[in-house]
């Protein structure tokens, strides 16, 4: 990326920066007939038991299934800022790229505590990670290389802006959620540009065997965030009769919901710098059902 290009987003933000305390209007309280989540991404809807949901029900659902979406985006955040921190430490002070790494980690920085604050506004409480989803996302913060952690963030950060897009552009989205999802959207435009360039920078330099273990590392970063979003707890919340059973239709139901819904981005990233071969694809069709 041109250092002209660089300075031109650094410009942008200093000089138009939208903070969380101004641009989300955290003081409205959601009205009766405001959802929080689209139909189409809760884990029930397209069952023959989502149409018996009372309207209470169904808003209920999608508002826990919402906050365990924000929760593992907030994850992601944290995950690539400790990326950026590695990466900057390699960039001398002056560097272009250096200053920009900067801005770009405080706006990171004050998306978590957006994330979280929104998490609040919506009365939540994320279900803890089980013990194998903290010994993976441990493993990979304290081990994983930092190209390898660049590629298991940006694989979170696509999937979840299919969440956002889709919060911005349904009809009936509690507003603060839906300036939520849009300043996220706004800022991360410019990171994305940079990403993209330093996206460039380590594939050109992968080989066949790393662009392989690349695929792994995002395919189970995806598995990772997936089995987040629907817990049997949530059903027990929302008063739903025999939890158990409903967990497990709706997590079959949800498997081939996020791979209809959600994966298009992350193949077409996947597949812009040739993670898919005879040593991957099996795994991606097997384990994501994803159609490589």
């Known amino acids: 990326m041109q250092t002209e290009e660089i300075e031109r987003l650094i410009k942008i933000s200093r000089e138009r920066p939208l903070l969380p305390e101004s ?27 989502y149409d018996t949901l009372t309207p209470t029900q169904k808003i209920e659902l999608g508002r826990h299934e919402l906050v365990q979406v924000i929760a593992s985006y907030a994850w992601g955040e944290c995950l690539f800022c400790l990326f950026m921190t590695r990466y900057i430490l390699t960039l001398p002070l002056a560097d272009v790229r250096h200053r920009f790494l900067l801005r770009e980690l405080i706006e990171e920085f004050r998306h978590q505590e957006m994330f979280g604050q929104a998490i609040n506004k919506l009365g939540g409480e994320p279900i803890p990670q089980s013990r194998l989803h903290k010994f993976f996302g441990e493993f990979s913060n304290k081990y994983l ?17 299919v969440y956002g897009n889709y919060a911005r552009k349904s009809p009936g989205v509690y507003p603060v959620i839906r300036k939520m999802f849009d300043l996220h ?24 065997i790393k662009r392989t273990l690349y695929s792994y590392v995002i395919l189970f970063n995806i598995l990772f965030v997936r ?15 025999n939890p158990d059973r409903v967990y497990k239709m709706a997590s079959k139901n949800f498997k081939q919901k996020f791979a209809e819904t959600c994966l298009g981005d992350i193949i077409e990233f996947v597949d812009s710098w040739r993670g898919f071969n005879r040593a991957t694809r099996w795994a991606w069709r097997r384990i994501l059902k994803a159609k490589v």
Do not use: C
């Open 23 to 49: 641009y989300i209007p955290w003081q409205q309280e959601p009205r009766a007939e405001d959802i929080f989540l689209p139909e189409i991404l809760t884990s029930l809807h397209g069952l023959d038991i």
């Open 145 to 161: 290389p930092a190209d390898y952690l660049f590629m298991g963030s940006i694989s979170v950060e696509l999937v979840t802006d």
């Open 227 to 241: 089995t987040m979003y629907v817990k049997k707890k949530i059903f027990e919340r929302t008063g739903i009769q």
């Open 185 to 208: 959207n706004i800022e991360e435009a410019r990171h994305i540009l940079f990403t993209r360039a330093l996206l460039k920078e380590y594939a050109a330099k992968a080989g066949y």
